[in-house]
Each structure stands twice: as C-alpha cells, then as structure tokens.
C-alpha cells in the first residue's frame, strides 16, 4: 500500500512559522516531482508549491514566493514545505502529492498520489 503522511500542521501566530514533512511509504517517490497544495474552507485545492524529482528546479504560488520554501531529501523519501511568516490567510488544510513525471506539475490532475492533509491554523 501506497502511503504518503504528512505532519507538522498545527496553530500559530501571524509571522509565526511551521515546517510540514512528508514521508512516502510504500514505494519510493525519488524519480517524481512533488508538491504540496492546500485547501481552505469553502475554496477549491489550490498549489502552493511543487519540486522536481531532483529537487533543482521548484515552483511557487504567487501567494506564497518569498515566504515558503520547498525540498526533499530523496534518501529519506520525504518532502519539507518551511513556511515562514504565515498570515490568516494561509490557514488551510496542506496536502502533499506525487506526480506521474519528473518534471513540475502544476494542475492537482496531473498528481497520482495523495497523502490525509495536515491542518495549518494562523490566528491574526
């Protein structure tokens, strides 16, 4: 069985941080991109961010440049999201995900495997 957990979620200040992991069991993802999106409620999953299966080459939502960065380590199959300087508006369910490629996808159709989600809640 295919298993992707994440952790890391939990309650913070505003301009607080929080690091999000990733691990993948199962199988290994070191030969796919990655990435994580989120979902708030009453609004559609959206990217935040997603890694080539090499990790040189990432993407980032507009919403989040500057504030999170993502990596992975391929020897431990696990993916890291640091957020820093979290607003409200970042409160949402984080969701990792692996792709069918190696190279960035942005469109969560193009993701085959998905993990539970992890809360992130910033107060103001």
């Known amino acids: 069985q295919v298993l992707l957990v994440e952790s890391g979620g939990g309650l913070v200040q505003t301009g607080g941080s929080l690091r999000l992991s990733c691990v993948a069991r199962g199988r290994t993802f070191s030969n796919v991109a990655m990435g994580w999106f989120r979902q708030a409620p009453g609004k559609e999953r959206e990217i935040v961010a997603a890694i080539s299966w090499s990790g040189d080459i990432t993407y980032y939502a507009d919403s989040v440049k500057g504030r999170f960065t993502i990596s992975r380590d391929n020897a431990k199959n696990t993916m890291y999201l640091q957020m820093n300087s979290l607003k409200p508006e970042d409160t949402a369910v984080y969701y990792c995900?692996?792709?069918?490629?190696?190279?960035?996808?942005?469109?969560?159709?193009?993701?085959?495997?998905w993990g539970q989600g992890t809360q992130v809640t910033v107060s103001s």
């Open positions: 995900a692996a792709s069918h490629g190696r190279s960035i996808v942005v469109p969560a159709r193009g993701y085959e495997y």
